[in-house]
T-cell receptor
């Protein structure tokens, strides 16, 4: 079974702290994604990566950065956390090619609270 | 800008009722439309639709796509309390920012089945 593992299920941080959210997948997937999910707003794409060291901005990249040094690991970084970044963060991964949605696997999510 | 709109945003019905969830979209370079079910954690895949008029079925759930009118419906018959979840619609398209395909999600329909 494909596994997408997010390092923390719940995280509480203070405003201004640097926050790292880690995501690891074990299926040698090329594409990895970071979404945030907020009530009434659905899933919104923050960043994605289609190869090691490659990254692309999604729809809401402001206030975030990412790192993909190894194929299996995709990190989301909040340089200086703010209260409006309190949200559920979902990582996902899939292999190459079109029609990837059927093979898109999600992690269990990290509920981040910024106080 | 790609857009996916789901309706209704929330729905409360009684066990045994039939429900229809709607998803309309405006995207360029459409590849597929997907339905996911999200209970407490990660979204899980339900259906992928690429062709108009062909119904996909899995037990009490079914879905169909109309590529001319740019919408899809998800039907659930004889609903059960275990069907309570957020149902997400997503459209896969060539992502405008880069080389990989991307998924754009709707806000979801929160379905509550009352006993």
């Amino acid at each position: 079974d494909v596994k997408v593992t997010q390092s923390s299920r719940y995280l509480v941080k203070r405003t201004g702290e640097k926050v790292f959210l880690e995501c690891v997948q074990d299926m040698d997937h090329e594409n990895m994604f970071w979404y945030r999910q907020d009530p009434g707003l659905g899933l919104r794409l923050i960043y994605f990566s289609y190869d090691v060291k490659m990254k692309e901005k999604g729809d809401i990249p402001e206030g975030y950065s990412v790192s993909r040094e190894k194929k299996e690991r995709f990190s989301l970084i909040l340089e200086s956390a703010s209260t409006n970044q309190t949200s559920m963060y979902l990582c996902a991964s899939t292999g190459q090619g079109p029609l990837l949605g059927e093979k898109l696997f999600f992690g269990s999510g990290t509920q981040l609270s910024v106080l | 800008e790609d857009k996916v709109v789901q309706s209704p945003l929330s729905l409360v019905v009684h066990e045994g009722d039939t429900v229809t969830l709607n998803c309309s979209y405006e995207v360029t370079n459409f590849r597929s439309l997907l339905w996911y079910k999200q209970e407490k954690k990660a979204p899980t895949f339900l259906f992928m639709l690429t062709s108009s008029g062909i119904e996909k079925k899995s037990g009490r759930l079914s879905s169909i796509l109309d590529k001319k009118e740019l919408f899809s419906i998800l039907n659930i018959t004889a609903t059960q309390t275990g069907d309570s979840a957020v149902y997400l619609c997503a459209v896969e398209a060539k992502y405008s920012g880069g080389g990989a395909d991307g998924l754009t999600f709707g806000k979801g329909t929160h379905l509550i089945i009352q006993p």
